[in-house]
């Protein structure tokens, strides 16, 4: 390659935002500043086999074609980069890396999110198709209690669906909206004494709000089912005389604060990160028991990040669990 190319080339590369290479007799020539980066400034004049040390990286770049392929583990283990690699003449080869990894990451989701929801509707249908088939039995069906019971069983199944499907379409419905920042002015004071509300029979829930309204800019009905899942999750897992607390303030920061706590077992350690996931449950027998979808704090995760909050889950196992919620008020 003289001189003059290989400078016009490398000009041309400095200015892509994708890792680029220049490859000359399997000797690394140039390597823009994305490439440097990703793999090393000692890169430049090492061979191609050294630099890489990924066997299917080198068979694309080696090959006597131009070629493309998928390589994982360059730059760390969860990446996953697509090699464009294209002959410049015999000697030569152009190598371009486009990061595949949210990509591959957001198929992996997806694909779970499919096969944990079908998983989870197969369970309460298998139950309904069975009871029903047995209730279509002359013997059973004709016995009085034997129909009761599983008729309510039947039920109990077909509600148990439904909130699955109903927590499936919010869910979907938040994720479509998240890159859309509510424009509404609200008031969570208003908010929460509307779900204290719906709580109010049962005499579980002590609220602390104050006098004065808290605005931000919200999703009313959003809001209330953040509140409402994470209220009612606090009522099931709290102790059975032990009141859950609700309260809202204003932070030195200027934020509204949203306090639920309850005390409750708590929760292990190891759980905590993984609370917010969808489907993911740390007690799965009871969970399902109560007739949890596995879908409430995935919910909640999800409204907080569209009106731009920040969730902290803070548990031990015996000391209950508090959780808050801080919420950008409307600028003055």
Not at 19 to 43: C, M, V
Not at 125 to 145: F, M, Q, S
Not at 154 to 180: G, K, P, Y
Request: include cysteine; charge should be negative.
């Amino acid at each position: 390659m003289t001189g003059s190319a290989f400078d016009i080339q490398a000009a041309i590369l400095a200015k892509l935002d994708q890792p680029s290479l220049l490859i000359d007799r399997e000797q690394i020539s140039y390597a823009n500043e994305p490439a440097t980066k990703l793999l090393g400034k000692h890169i430049v004049g090492s061979n191609v086999r050294l630099a890489l040390r990924a066997p299917s990286a080198i068979s694309a770049i080696l090959a006597k074609q131009d070629s493309r392929a998928l390589v994982s583990g360059i730059g760390n283990d969860d990446s996953v980069w697509e090699l464009n690699c294209q002959l410049l003449d015999k000697e030569q080869r152009l190598v371009i890396m486009q990061d595949m990894s949210a990509q591959r990451s957001v198929a992996r989701v997806h694909a779970d999110f499919v096969a944990n929801a079908s998983h989870e509707l197969r369970t309460p249908l298998a139950n309904i198709l069975g009871y029903v088939e047995t209730l279509g039995d002359k013997k059973a069906g004709d016995d009085i209690d034997v129909r009761s019971r599983f008729l309510g069983i039947i039920q109990r199944e077909a509600t148990r669906m439904q909130s699955l499907v109903s927590d499936l379409m919010s869910l979907s419905r938040i994720e479509a909206d998240r890159h859309r920042m509510p424009e509404e002015a609200v008031d969570l004071v208003a908010i929460c004494k509307k779900v204290a509300g719906e709580f109010a029979e049962g005499g579980e829930l002590a609220i602390d709000l104050p006098p004065e309204p808290i605005e931000i800019r919200g999703d009313d009905a959003q809001l209330c089912q953040m509140l409402r899942n994470l209220v009612d999750n606090a009522i099931k897992y709290g102790k059975t005389d032990k009141q859950v607390s609700l309260s809202l303030s204003i932070t030195p920061r200027g934020r509204a604060l949203l306090t639920i706590s309850d005390d409750g077992e708590g929760i292990p350690p190891e759980h905590l990160p993984r609370l917010t996931e969808r489907f993911y449950r740390t007690d799965p027998g009871r969970s399902k028991a109560e007739g949890g979808t596995g879908l409430g704090l995935s919910i909640v995760k999800h409204i907080v990040s569209r009106h731009r909050g920040k969730l902290d889950i803070a548990s031990e196992p015996d000391s209950g669990t508090v959780i808050e919620i801080r919420l950008p008020l409307i600028a003055e």
